[in-house]
């Protein structure tokens, strides 16, 4: 059975950082693009960075320039360093796998974890 495991959420104040990781018992990791969603309270869940095996990343406008996704295959594991929060990034945040995640095809789903950044 395949797991998403996320840690890094936490309560942080407007201008801190968060790094969130999810390590994945995929057994090809590399294969499927990686990504993070988020949903914040009576919104709908968006897409906020997505990076593919290869290292091509793609985000969210309301991200750019300040949260960056990496991922370690070796590891499979997948970071999102998030800088200069916002209250607005205020949301359960939710590692996904995929082969076409950019599309809405997410395969797997990590339980999500809590990022609350207060102004």
């Known amino acids: 059975q395949v797991q998403l495991v996320e840690s890094g959420g936490g309560l942080v104040q407007a201008g801190e950082s968060l790094r969130l990781s999810c390590t994945a018992s995929?057994?090809?990791?590399?294969?499927?693009?990686m990504g993070w969603y988020r949903q914040a309270p009576g919104k709908q869940r968006e897409l906020v960075a997505t990076v593919t095996g290869g290292g091509s990343t793609n985000y969210a406008d309301s991200v750019e320039g300040r949260f960056t996704i990496s991922r370690d295959n070796a590891e499979k594991t997948v970071y999102l360093q998030m800088n200069s929060l916002k209250a607005e990034d205020t949301a359960v945040y939710y590692c996904?796998?995929?082969?076409?995640?950019?599309?809405?095809?997410?395969?797997?789903w990590g339980q999500g974890t809590q990022v609350t950044v207060s102004s």
């Open positions: 995929l057994r090809i990791f590399n294969v499927f693009v």
């Open positions: 996904a796998a995929g082969l076409a995640i950019r599309r809405g095809a997410v395969d797997y």
